[in-house]
């Protein structure tokens, strides 16, 4: 890949001076916003994108994560001259709430001054979209330029669209979908259930005093293997066949033993361990439970073309032909819904051999496509 | 070449171009590259696409164009009643499965759409086949029989007795020889090309 100049960025956290109400019925007070922000914001404030991160993801879209030292997670579309282009637009990314880089998590002390844990709150995406409408309101934007994300930020696009159509003029989502089918669920209660299962686990409730960082304590044993079973959704079949097949690991032979004899277990294993390192498994189990609670039509009296009466914001939804996790129709339902509601709408299925995860990798058409969409 | 499009669209093309006035809601169904849509957006229409090969969705978007991947015999559906002012059809008929079905639809999303399609009667393709017995290759049909998206050529009378059997009035027509227009008289014999301007009786 091609190196570009990495974009200066600010580190930011914002105080909600009001509770946030939630979905729940409940509300949450003294909420944090974590976000970083590139670019410069022009006189009239006519040129902000927030992007939305994906359940794993952070406010570290194109600088350096502070915990593992690698790049941003998105610098192949965002910085000086590239799609996304931060000498033209102020780019904004926040931790969203629930997360555990800076934003209100299980992890945050709650009132009587110790964590959280499953006392927090059970957030929906839409109440991450209520903090992230909290941050533009407080950075006086009145009208962002887009909204861009892919997974589950283009959930968060989808319900912005939904609930605060007059915010935005354009709406980016990438591989993602109006609502968590049964399949989606199904992988995320089986990644829910192996942390829970984890005796370290301990309720929620193992955030030990004295450890500052509360990744570096719980069931990491649960939540790498939550994470393996998720990195398998992430990657197509034949990109998994072309990366590993069937060879085995530093080994002429198999052992006949449960060593990670094959390539594929070793990268596996190492995908759940290094995961650990960076991630709260109790924020694990909120942001989960939040996209598994994300029924867009269902939120607006079951037809998702309603979902969009309030909005004239601008779509473009792109899919990839090898993504099972949300697969082509998910989105092909979505720009069928816009149509329906009479939005300006583009959609395209973009042929790339890395299954869903394909909205982070190397797909010269996305960034022509996004490039495009955003002028 | 005219000044609202200086790109010099292709006859058919202009000619639809010509006759939409600006502001107008347009539906261009199988728009290929964008080139009509970026002239109709250059004219201050609401024009957007249908186009079924990616390539060409993402070329679309990339130029800033609003079009979306799908296939005229199955996506129009989606599409509401009388949700535009124009469909257009240009050179995609003949490749779709139910042409029949794809002009009721396009005239259900429009009160009025444009059809552009290559005359299967003209005379050089009736000597070819006449002469030479093979399905003829030409400029306007370049591709042999075997691999042609064109599962459904037609001819200008073919079209007008599918306009009069399903009540489809025929506002204008023009017709192409050689990329210019040509005459009315005995265009099944000597067009090429047609656009018709069609809508409901």
Same mark, same amino acid.
């Given at each position: 890949?091609?190196?570009?100049?990495?974009?200066?960025?600010?580190?930011?956290?914002?105080?909600?001076?009001?509770?946030?109400?939630?979905?729940?019925?409940?509300?949450?007070?003294?909420?944090?916003?974590?976000?970083?922000?590139?670019?410069?914001?022009?006189?009239?404030?006519?040129?902000?994108?927030?992007?939305?991160?994906?359940?794993?993801?952070?406010?570290?879209?194109?600088?350096?994560?502070?915990?593992?030292?690698?790049?941003?997670?998105?610098?192949?579309?965002?910085?000086?001259?590239?799609?996304?282009?931060?000498?033209?637009?102020?780019?904004?990314?926040?931790?969203?709430?629930?997360?555990?880089?800076?934003?209100?998590?299980?992890?945050?002390?709650?009132?009587?001054?110790?964590?959280?844990?499953?006392?927090?709150?059970?957030?929906?995406?839409?109440?991450?979209?209520?903090?992230?409408?909290?941050?533009?309101?407080?950075?006086?934007?009145?009208?962002?330029?887009?909204?861009?994300?892919?997974?589950?930020?283009?959930?968060?696009?989808?319900?912005?669209?939904?609930?605060?159509?007059?915010?935005?003029?354009?709406?980016?989502?990438?591989?993602?979908?109006?609502?968590?089918?049964?399949?989606?669920?199904?992988?995320?209660?089986?990644?829910?259930?192996?942390?829970?299962?984890?005796?370290?686990?301990?309720?929620?409730?193992?955030?030990?005093?004295?450890?500052?960082?509360?990744?570096?304590?719980?069931?990491?044993?649960?939540?790498?293997?939550?994470?393996?079973?998720?990195?398998?959704?992430?990657?197509?079949?034949?990109?998994?066949?072309?990366?590993?097949?069937?060879?085995?690991?530093?080994?002429?032979?198999?052992?006949?033993?449960?060593?990670?004899?094959?390539?594929?277990?070793?990268?596996?294993?190492?995908?759940?361990?290094?995961?650990?390192?960076?991630?709260?498994?109790?924020?694990?189990?909120?942001?989960?439970?939040?996209?598994?609670?994300?029924?867009?039509?269902?939120?607006?009296?079951?037809?998702?073309?309603?979902?969009?009466?309030?909005?004239?914001?601008?779509?473009?939804?792109?899919?990839?032909?090898?993504?099972?996790?949300?697969?082509?129709?998910?989105?092909?339902?979505?720009?069928?819904?816009?149509?329906?509601?009479?939005?300006?709408?583009?959609?395209?299925?973009?042929?790339?051999?890395?299954?869903?995860?394909?909205?982070?990798?190397?797909?010269?058409?996305?960034?022509?496509?996004?490039?495009?969409?955003?002028? | 070449?005219?000044?609202?499009?200086?790109?010099? /669209?292709?006859? =058919?093309? +202009?000619?639809? *171009?010509?006759?939409?006035?600006? #502001?107008?809601? &347009?539906?261009?169904?199988?728009?290929?590259?964008?080139?009509?849509?970026?002239?109709?957006?250059?004219?201050?229409?609401?024009?957007?696409? /249908?186009?079924? =090969?990616? +390539?060409?969705? *993402?070329?679309?978007?990339?130029? #800033?164009?609003? &079009?979306?991947?799908?296939?005229?015999?199955?996506?129009?559906?989606?599409?509401?009643?009388?949700?535009?002012?124009?469909?257009?059809?240009?050179?995609?008929?003949?490749?779709?499965?139910?042409?029949?079905?794809?002009?009721?639809?396009?005239?259900?999303?429009?009160?009025?759409?444009?059809?552009?399609?290559?005359?299967?009667?003209?005379?050089?393709?009736?000597?070819?086949?006449?002469?030479?017995?093979?399905?003829?290759?030409?400029?306007?049909?370049?591709?042999?029989?075997?691999?042609?998206?064109?599962?459904?050529?037609?001819?200008?009378?073919?079209?007008?007795?599918?306009?009069?059997?399903?009540?489809?009035?025929?506002?204008?027509?023009?017709?192409?020889?050689?990329?210019?227009?040509?005459?009315?008289?005995?265009?099944?014999?000597?067009?090429?090309?047609?656009?018709?301007?069609?809508?409901?009786?």
């Amino acid at each position: 890949m091609a190196t570009h100049a990495e974009p200066s960025t600010s580190g930011h956290v914002l105080d909600l001076p009001q509770p946030l109400p939630l979905d729940s019925g409940r509300s949450l007070a003294g909420v944090r916003v974590a976000y970083e922000t590139y670019g410069t914001l022009n006189a009239d404030k006519s040129n902000a994108i927030l992007i939305c991160h994906a359940l794993t993801g952070d406010q570290h879209v194109a600088s350096p994560h502070p915990i593992t030292g690698k790049p941003g997670w998105w610098i192949r579309m965002v910085g000086p001259g590239l799609p996304i282009d931060t000498d033209r637009y102020f780019i904004i990314c926040a931790n969203v709430i629930g997360s555990c880089m800076g934003s209100s998590g299980p992890a945050s002390m709650a009132d009587d001054g110790r964590p959280y844990g499953m006392r927090f709150p059970v957030i929906t995406i839409r109440d991450m979209v209520r903090a992230q409408i909290a941050l533009v309101d407080a950075l006086g934007i009145d009208k962002l330029h887009a909204v861009v994300g892919g997974s589950m930020g283009g959930m968060q696009v989808l319900s912005l669209a939904a609930n605060f159509g007059d915010r935005l003029n354009a709406a980016l989502v990438i591989a993602s979908t109006s609502r968590h089918s049964a399949q989606n669920i199904a992988f995320h209660e089986v990644g829910r259930q192996a942390i829970m299962a984890d005796p370290a686990w301990a309720n929620g409730e193992y955030y030990a005093d004295g450890v500052d960082d509360p990744r570096k304590v719980g069931p990491e044993a649960g939540l790498a293997v939550a994470r393996m079973a998720a990195h398998i959704t992430y990657l197509s079949e034949q990109g998994l066949t072309e990366k590993f097949g069937r060879r085995l690991q530093d080994r002429d032979a198999k052992t006949f033993g449960f060593d990670a004899d094959f390539q594929v277990e070793s990268y596996l294993r190492y995908q759940g361990l290094s995961f650990t390192d960076r991630f709260d498994a109790n924020s694990y189990l909120y942001i989960t439970r939040a996209m598994d609670y994300f029924d867009l039509a269902e939120e607006h009296g079951g037809k998702l073309a309603d979902a969009f009466a309030g909005t004239k914001a601008r779509f473009c939804l792109v899919s990839f032909d090898t993504d099972w996790l949300y697969p082509t129709s998910e989105s092909r339902t979505i720009a069928h819904a816009l149509n329906a509601a009479g939005l300006p709408v583009s959609f395209v299925e973009l042929s790339a051999p890395y299954g869903h995860d394909s909205f982070l990798l190397d797909v010269p058409e996305l960034d022509r496509v996004v490039e495009g969409f955003l002028r | 070449m005219n000044a609202a499009h200086p790109g010099a /669209l292709r006859p =058919d093309l +202009a000619v639809i *171009a010509d006759h939409i006035e600006p #502001g107008a809601r &347009v539906l261009d169904i199988g728009c290929g590259d964008g080139e009509l849509l970026a002239a109709l957006t250059a004219k201050g229409c609401d024009a957007r696409g /249908l186009e079924i =090969d990616p +390539a060409n969705v *993402a070329a679309c978007v990339g130029r #800033g164009l609003s &079009v979306m991947q799908g296939d005229a015999d199955t996506d129009l559906a989606y599409y509401p009643d009388g949700s535009v002012d124009y469909a257009i059809l240009s050179q995609t008929l003949q490749t779709t499965r139910r042409p029949d079905l794809v002009i009721e639809n396009l005239l259900r999303i429009a009160p009025r759409g444009f059809v552009s399609f290559p005359n299967f009667a003209h005379w050089r393709v009736r000597t070819s086949l006449l002469v030479g017995g093979r399905m003829p290759v030409t400029k306007l049909i370049p591709v042999a029989w075997y691999e042609t998206p064109n599962i459904h050529h037609l001819t200008i009378a073919d079209f007008r007795a599918l306009m009069a059997e399903r009540g489809i009035r025929a506002e204008r027509a023009w017709f192409f020889t050689n990329g210019r227009a040509s005459r009315q008289r005995l265009a099944n014999f000597t067009a090429e090309h047609a656009v018709f301007l069609v809508s409901r009786t």
